[in-house]
């Protein structure tokens, strides 16, 4: 069987695990489901111009449904603020 590795921030798979907790599988569920899904929509040119463009600033940012991603950041002169869950699951 061969392998892919996602490396996730904290805040990204606590978003995943929780989704997965609350639908009673494993968060490899909802990955799997969600590659799943992208790939029945590969041949879409939104699709491809989206994961580009996703993985370009992936290292810079956190997605809109991370945990954190709406915190305050150290460049606007506030402490970081997390633990806020994700609004989007």
């Known amino acids: 069987m061969s392998v892919i590795k996602l490396h996730l921030e904290q805040s990204e798979y606590d978003a995943i695990a929780r989704y997965a907790v609350a639908l009673n599988v494993k968060p ?19 699709v491809r111009d989206d994961i580009v463009n996703t993985w370009a ?7 809109l449904w991370s ?6 950041h150290a460049y606007e ?3 970081d603020d997390y ?6 699951v």
């Open 77 to 79: 002169g506030k402490h």
């Open 83 to 88: 633990g806020a869950p994700s609004g989007y």
């Open 57 to 63: 600033w992936h290292q810079e940012n956190l997605p």
């Open 28 to 46: 490899e569920a909802v990955a799997y489901a969600a590659l799943n899904r992208l790939m029945l929509q590969a041949s879409k040119q939104e």
């Open 67 to 72: 945990d954190s991603a709406r915190s305050v």
